[in-house]
C-alpha cells in the first residue's frame, strides 16, 4: 500500500504523478502540496494570467476530479517538514505523516527576497503562485508608477504586461545588461531595444539600496538607487532570481550542492528518493561532465518522466535539449541547448525585423544552443542539432537563403 | 457545452465536454486524453500538440496562424488538415468537433 507519495504537486510533482499511471502503475500514488488549488503551471503567471486574458480554470494543469479517476491521492495546503529515511515515511506540518516505497521530491523553489530596507512596504510584489498574480493585479491600473527590480525573463514579462496596460514601467537592473545570468548579449540588447522603443526606462549596472516609503508611510513610493537617486513608483515588482526548496532533502541527510543532487534517472543518494524539477541538480546531457539546475517546464517534465521509468523499471525517455521560452508584447523566444562556453556566435536574419536567432557554437563548431526570436524553424531544427551534438557549418547557418530544412539535412 | 470528439491513433474515441474559451488541447490533457502531451501548455512553443482536424470540419477551425505554421512545418507527419490544438478556440460553432491524434507527438 505504501507506494510513491510525491512531495509538492507543481509542474514536476503532477506529471510524475501522470507518467506513473500511463505507465501502468499500479500501487498507490499520493501527490502532496502546500498550495491551497489543483496543480498548475506558472508560465502564464507571468503572461496571460497576469494580463487578465486567461483565467485560473485555464492556468490549473489537471483538476482535481480528474486526478481523482487517475488514482491519484491528492493532498493540497500540506507542507512536509519531515523525511524519515529509515522508516520510509514523510511527515506534514499538522503531523500527519505517509509511508512510502519510493519519494518523489519535486519542492520546485522560492523567490529571493530583496535584502534591503523597506522591503517589506506594501506595494512591494514578487511572482512564483497564483496568489502574488492576485495581488500584483489588483495594483496594474493605467497611469500608476511601476518600478521592476531585476531585469529577468519575469521582470521583462512583467514590464510588457504593465506597458500594456497603460503603466509606466523602469526596469532596474544590477548586471550591465538585462538577462545577463540567462542569455547572450545580442539577446540583451535586442531586449533592451524592444522594451525601450515599447516606452519602458531601462536602467542597467544599476544597484538598489533601499525602498522608501511615499506619503503613505506604509506603502512604498520610490526605489532608492546606489548612486544616491530615487526612482518614484507606486508599486515595485522584484525579480531576482530563486532558490531550490532543497532544505527537507538536506535534513534528512540527502547529498545537496546547488539542489538536490541527483543522477540520470533523477535518483539522490537514496535509491529510494527522486528528486526533479527546479529543486534538483541533475548531469546536464549533451554537455560532457557538466551539471546544474535547470529552471523550466522542460526540465520538470523530462525529470519526472525519468523518475516515473525508473520506478516503473521501462526504459527513460530520450533525453531532449534544454528548452525555455519567454513572451513579451508580440515578441516570441524560444531558446534550446545552453550557452555557457561558446566561442562564437552566429546571426541569422536581422534583429531589426524582430525575426532572427543566434547560434552559439563551442570550438570546433559544434551547435550548443540557439535564441530563436520568433524563429520556429531554427529553434526546432537548433533543438535537434543540440541533442545530436552535431558540428554544424557557421556560414550555412548565416545565410537566409538556406532553408533551415536543407540544414537540417546537411548541416556541416 | 460543446463536445468534442478526440479520436487516438489506435481508434479508441474520447468524447469530451469542453467550455467555451479554452482549447481543444485543454480538453484533452485536463481529461485523460492519452495522445496530447502540450509542454508547453499551450504557448505555441512546442508543437506537441498535433491533431488532424476532421475534414468536415476545418472551415470552422480556420486556419492557423504565421508562427503555427511554422512548426507546425516541422512536425512528424504532418498533413493539410494538421493543427496544433491549443491555437483551436472552442466556440458554440465547434460543438460536435472531431479531430484525430497522430502516433506520437516528440
Ligand atoms: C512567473 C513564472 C513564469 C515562468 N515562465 C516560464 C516559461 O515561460 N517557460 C518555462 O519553461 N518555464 C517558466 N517558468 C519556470 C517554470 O514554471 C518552473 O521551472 C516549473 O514550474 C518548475 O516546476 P516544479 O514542479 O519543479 O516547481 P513548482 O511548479 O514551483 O512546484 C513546486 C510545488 O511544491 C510545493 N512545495 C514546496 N515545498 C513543499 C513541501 N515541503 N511540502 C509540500 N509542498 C511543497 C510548492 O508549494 C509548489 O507548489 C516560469 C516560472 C514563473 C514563476
Ligand atoms: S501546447 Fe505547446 S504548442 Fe500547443
Known sequence: ?412 | MPKITYIEHSGTEHVIEVPVGSTVMEGATKHRVPGIDADCGGACACATCHVYVDEAWLAKTGTPGSMEESMLDFAEGVEPNSRLSCQIQITAELDGLVVRLPSSQH
Open chain 1, 1 to 412: 500500500m505504501a507506494g510513491v507519495v510525491i512531495v509538492g504537486a507543481g509542474q514536476a510533482g503532477v506529471q510524475a504523478a501522470e507518467s506513473l499511471r500511463r505507465g501502468g502503475y499500479a500501487g498507490a500514488v499520493t501527490l502532496i502540496g502546500e498550495e491551497p488549488v489543483a496543480p498548475y503551471q506558472r508560465p502564464p503567471l507571468s503572461k496571460a494570467y497576469l494580463a487578465g486574458t486567461m483565467d485560473l480554470d485555464r492556468v490549473i494543469l489537471k483538476p482535481e476530479a480528474t486526478l481523482a479517476e487517475d488514482a491519484i491521492a491528492f493532498v493540497p495546503a500540506t507542507r512536509i517538514t519531515a523525511i524519515d529515511r529509515a522508516a520510509r515515511t514523510v511527515t506534514a506540518e499538522d503531523g500527519r505523516s505517509w509511508a512510502y516505497e519510493h519519494l518523489i521530491l519535486a519542492t520546485g523553489s522560492r523567490v529571493r527576497r530583496l535584502p534591503v530596507e523597506g522591503a517589506q512596504l506594501a506595494g512591494v510584489h514578487y511572482l512564483r503562485t497564483t496568489t502574488d498574480v492576485d495581488g500584483l493585479r489588483a495594483e496594474l491600473v493605467a497611469g500608476a508608477r511601476l518600478a521592476v527590480i531585476g531585469g529577468g525573463y519575469i521582470g521583462l514579462e512583467v514590464a510588457a504586461v504593465a506597458r500594456k496596460a497603460g503603466l509606466a514601467v523602469t526596469v532596474i537592473e544590477a548586471a550591465e545588461r538585462v538577462l545577463a545570468r540567462v542569455t547572450t548579449p545580442e539577446i540583451s540588447a535586442f531586449y533592451q531595444d524592444l522594451h525601450r522603443a515599447e516606452g519602458v526606462t531601462i536602467l542597467t549596472g544599476t544597484g538598489v539600496t533601499a525602498l522608501e516609503a511615499g506619503a503613505d508611510p506604509a506603502r512604498v513610493g520610490a526605489v532608492r538607487l546606489a548612486d544616491g537617486s530615487t526612482v518614484p513608483a507606486d508599486l515595485v515588482l522584484v525579480g531576482i532570481g530563486i532558490i531550490p526548496n532543497a532544505e527537507l532533502a538536506a535534513q534528512a541527510g540527502l547529498a545537496t550542492t546547488n539542489g538536490i543532487d541527483t543522477d540520470t534517472n533523477a535518483c539522490t543518494s537514496d535509491p529510494a528518493i527522486f528528486a526533479i524539477g527546479d529543486c534538483a541538480s541533475r548531469p546536464l546531457a549533451h554537455y560532457g561532465d557538466r551539471r546544474g539546475r535547470l529552471e523550466s517546464v522542460h526540465n520538470a517534465l523530462e525529470q519526472a518522466k525519468l523518475a516515473a521509468a525508473a520506478i516503473l523499471g521501462t526504459p527513460p525517455p530520450p533525453l531532449e535539449a534544454p528548452w525555455f521560452w519567454s513572451d513579451q508584447y508580440d515578441v516570441k523566444l524560444q531558446i534550446a541547448g545552453l550557452s555557457t562556453g561558446a566561442a562564437r556566435t552566429v546571426l541569422r536574419g536581422d534583429p531589426a525585423t524582430r525575426r532572427f536567432a543566434a547560434f552559439h557554437l563551442a570550438p570546433g563548431n559544434r551547435l550548443l544552443a540557439v535564441d530563436a526570436v520568433n524563429s520556429a524553424p531554427e529553434f526546432i531544427v537548433g533543438r535537434q542539432l543540440i541533442a545530436r551534438q552535431q558540428v554544424v557549418a557557421p556560414e550555412k547557418l548565416a545565410d537566409m537563403s538556406i532553408s533551415m530544412k536543407a540544414i537540417a539535412a546537411d548541416p556541416a
